[in-house]
């Protein structure tokens, strides 16, 4: 996707969600309820900043700096404004456990992550290890037979 339409994209995506809490807020009876539009209200942030900090170019930079400025601003006004509609609705402090929550479910993923290439690193090197044991072998039996026939090959010459 090109840089300023994830930008659009990632405003659209947050402003849609928050639109969507607005209008549904009061007939939710469960923070389950809006659990993926706030999923959404992330993922729209991620995008904005990710177009914000991600690009490294210059010209894209400068070029983009105050649209991505406003952007990211307007993110945060409506996760702020998220965060009030959450609060009031299911009591004070329900958006600071599900920000935490969310930090730890990513945390765990990223652990998992890192322990699966640690997993896989030790099967490579098992692998590796058992390959090499294997042409140690091989090797090992050549140079016998080579050997052995080059003794045999001098004895009946004699």
Known sequence: MEPI?????GIALVQKSVEFVKSNINTMNDVKDIL?????????EKQIQRERFGNKSIIGQTKDAASSVIDAKLARE??????ILV???FGYGTWREI???????LQAEKE??????RRAAIRR?????????????????????LVGGL?????QAQ
């Open 125 to 145: 090197k098992e692998m590796l290890d058992t390959v090499t044991f294997f042409v140690y072998v091989v090797a090992g039996i050549l140079a016998t037979v």
């Open 5 to 9: 339409s994830s930008a659009l994209a």
């Open 87 to 89: 609060d009031n609705r």
């Open 78 to 83: 409506q996760m702020e404004e998220l965060q």
């Open 151 to 155: 003794g045999f090959a001098i004895w």
């Open 36 to 44: 993926g539009v706030i999923d959404n209200v992330f993922e729209g």
């Open 112 to 117: 998992a992550e890192k322990e699966e290439k």
């Open 99 to 105: 920000v935490n929550e969310r930090a730890k479910r």
